[in-house]
């Protein structure tokens, strides 16, 4: 694995690479039955590895050190450069505050409570949905996302269609509603799909599994009643069975599962891609990033969310697990012409420099 992430702080205009740490983190859960699989992402060989002596090996030798909160590199510099095709824009936003939030912060026992179960937004969490709305449309961003991932839970998909969807609903519109009026005990109108990027639920991008009821997600089936427009074609059952009652999953498989949903995100032809999430899974799959990079910037990376908090970021395909081509690098085809770079003339023919 050694993809990596760019982040771009709102405090400066610079961009930070970010690479991933080689965690072997792709253990099966033990105490959970598995995650359906997700479509494999496409493989293609190794390039031949370069001689011990290439500069290009030397290069990726360089040490880099880390002195005093600063960062000291030998013979590399501190940015990196690479091809556009190889890299995806993914918005990652946490849920509004949902009821169980409410309730854990007064008494952290309340997470064990069956009135939790498949926890909805608070009406404070719909008005930071409304907020975050306002803020995507304002920045440009709702026009650039092509693609909207959400966790299969209510909270996540109550945010994610508040936030990305279309506006009010009528009855008169051809197109199913991304959300039905009152889902969820929500108190609002239908909302509309129209104008607005599809939406797909996937298992992988779910919280911890398992003991908190409000981490346990309502049938499939009774989802597509309240999300008609939510495409729930990944979920191969009906019912939550992945969901235990009395084994809570462990962090370093909800990171395994984590590194996976972002390895599984080259399959989608999608650059630019806002995923609705949730707080657990955010915070363990992202502490599997920026091992090699600044230590302030893997904290930036890796720090909790707040509930309906944005963060963008770049995702580095330095693997080659993506296949795409740039849309926008142009290849002179013709006419073509005589183009030999002055540096590369001097050494084919040194004697027209005065050299002998």
């Not at 960062?71 to 169980?100: N, Y």
């Not at 909805?120 to 719909?126: A, E, F, S």
């Not at 770049?314 to 926008?328: A, E, Q, Y």
């Amino acid at each position: 694995m050694t993809h990596s992430v760019f982040a771009s702080p709102s405090s400066s205009s610079a961009s930070f690479s970010i690479a991933t740490t080689n965690h072997r983190c792709y253990h099966r859960c033990k105490t959970h039955p598995p995650l359906p699989s997700l479509p494999p992402f496409p493989r293609r060989p190794p390039p031949p590895s370069p001689s011990l002596s290439s500069p290009r090996r030397l290069a990726a030798s360089a040490a880099v050190r880390c002195t005093s909160g600063l960062l000291e590199m030998d013979d590399v510099t501190s940015s990196s450069l690479f091809p556009l095709q190889r890299c995806k824009t993914v918005h990652l936003v946490r849920h509004a505050q949902g009821i169980h939030n409410v309730e854990g912060d007064k008494d952290f026992k309340a997470y064990l409570s069956p009135e939790l179960f498949d926890a909805h937004l608070t009406p404070l969490g719909w008005d930071q949905v409304d907020n975050l709305r306002k803020h995507i449309k304002a920045c440009g961003l709702s026009k650039k996302i092509e693609l909207v991932i959400t966790s299969p839970l209510l909270r996540t998909m109550q945010t994610a269609v508040g936030v990305f969807g279309g506006d009010s609903h009528s009855d008169g519109n051809n197109k199913p509603a991304l959300m039905v009026e009152n889902a969820g005990k929500s108190g609002r109108p239908a909302i509309s799909s129209l104008n607005c990027p599809p939406f797909i639920a996937v298992e992988y991008c779910r919280e911890h599994l398992g003991v908190h009821p409000c981490d346990k997600r309502s049938s499939i089936s009774e989802y597509r009643q309240l999300f008609p427009a939510i495409d729930f074609s990944l979920i191969e059952n009906d019912e939550d069975i992945l969901w235990k009652a009395d084994v809570r999953e462990a962090n370093e498989e909800v990171a395994a599962r984590g590194v996976k949903f972002i390895n599984w995100l080259w399959t989608r032809k999608e650059k630019e891609i806002a995923i609705v999430s949730h707080s657990g899974f955010w915070f363990h799959t992202l502490q599997m990033f920026g091992g090699d990079c600044h230590p302030i910037i893997k904290e930036e990376i890796g720090k909790h969310f707040a509930n309906c908090e944005l963060r963008s970021m770049v995702l580095v395909d330095r693997s080659m697990l993506g296949s795409d081509s740039s849309c926008s690098n142009y290849p002179v085809k013709a006419p073509g012409g005589l183009d030999l770079p002055s540096d590369v003339a001097h050494e084919k023919h040194p004697e027209k420099h005065g050299v002998k």
